[in-house]
């Protein structure tokens, strides 16, 4: 009689895995909050390329560079759903839990990330389409499945799939690839390590709970420290290069230069110090804080300088 | 047979409902989408 009330009565447990997911679990997949800084630059990336594209398509060109950034993002959490069990950061997000299937995540990142590149082959250009399929491959497979786990320079390889965006949205006007987009993929490349290991810094205990070999865990804080220096330091005349080369005017070019003066000022205060008892970790937090904002607005003076030079404001 | 607990009926059904409402309106979207590419590309030729 007992056996039979308990098959009869189903445990919230179970209910949780018998219930379709929630179409906001499939959203949560598609990690929203990265999606935006890459919406942001692939769509600066279009903005200030030279030349003009349908309002339509610039959109769609926008939209399915999110959409690939969802999908690899999917693919990733699929693939790192047992790391993201471990660290009470990721311990809540729908894989875990249990609230979405394994096959239906896997599923849902290949559909995304096939009808990305697709789409943008047919409505824009097949080579943007080429660089988005590239950039969706070397982040899901190439960092996700075999780099990250394996070595302590994960960051700086998994920061080339954050820059790619602005080269795409800018191919996407442009069908060509010229000295302009690969500058932008290199700020940005350059501009990951320093930015995720001020992270890597402040919680640093929960990757090391997962395994995971970040630069901190693995080759200690003053390598992580030196690191950060020297990546802020390459930093600093890569951004002003766009200027440098003639493809962008003054205003951009001051604006780089203060922006990544600031960026390298709060990256000496990182370096140059040691965590201490009760550490507040505030210069890292400093650091990681301005790094996003950092990113925004250079972006965003980028777009503003293209814009006047077109209108012949300025030179 | 197992009985089915109404809660859990009535979750299974509003989660179905919106998913059916998520998915529809996405399809509607990429409709709309679809059509004003192939406006703007027939006009471009």
């Known amino acids: 009689m007992v056996g039979l009330f308990k098959e009869q009565i189903m445990t919230s447990a179970t209910l949780q895995q018998q219930l379709p997911a929630d179409w906001r679990d499939f959203l949560a997949l598609t990690k929203p909050g990265v999606m935006r800084l890459v919406i942001f630059t692939g769509l600066c990336g279009l903005l200030a390329a030279p030349g003009s594209i349908n309002p339509v398509l610039g959109f769609t060109a926008v939209l399915c560079i999110a959409m690939g950034a969802g999908g690899s993002a999917v693919l990733n959490m699929w693939w790192e759903a047992d790391i993201d069990a471990k660290m009470k950061r990721t311990a809540n997000r729908p894989l875990p839990t249990g609230r979405i299937a394994r096959r239906d995540a896997r599923d849902f990142g290949i559909a995304l990330s096939v009808a990305a590149v697709l789409i943008m082959g047919v409505a824009v250009n097949w080579l943007a389409a080429g660089i988005l399929a590239i950039a969706t491959v070397y982040y899901a497979v190439i960092y996700t499945m075999w780099l990250k786990p394996r070595t302590p320079q994960n960051i700086v390889i998994g920061g080339g799939a954050g820059a790619f965006p602005p080269m795409i949205g800018w191919v996407a006007v442009t069908n060509d690839i010229t000295a302009m987009p690969i500058l932008l993929f290199a700020i940005i490349f350059m501009w990951t390590p320093p930015h995720f290991w001020a992270l890597a810094l402040f919680v640093k205990s929960d990757y090391a709970k997962a395994g995971i070999p970040m630069l901190p865990v693995v080759a200690g804080e003053k390598v992580t420290r030196q690191q950060i220096l020297l990546y802020s330091v390459i930093l600093l005349p890569l951004t002003i290069a766009p200027w440098a080369i003639g493809g962008t005017s003054w205003l951009y070019g001051i604006s780089a230069a203060v922006l990544s003066t600031v960026f390298l000022g709060f990256a000496v205060k990182v370096a140059f110090r040691e965590r201490g008892d009760d550490d507040t970790m505030k210069p890292e937090k400093q650091l990681f804080a301005y790094s996003i904002v950092y990113l925004f607005v250079l972006f965003g003076v980028l777009v503003a300088d293209r814009v006047l030079a077109a209108q012949g404001m300025i030179g | ?45």
Do not use: C, W
Request: charged share 20%.
């Open chain 2, 1 to 45: 047979m197992n009985q089915v607990d109404p809660e859990h009926e009535a979750e299974l059904n509003r989660r179905r409902k919106s998913r059916n409402i998520a998915m529809g309106l996405v399809l509607a979207g990429f409709v709309v989408l679809f059509y004003a590419i192939t406006i703007v590309r027939i006009g471009a030729q």
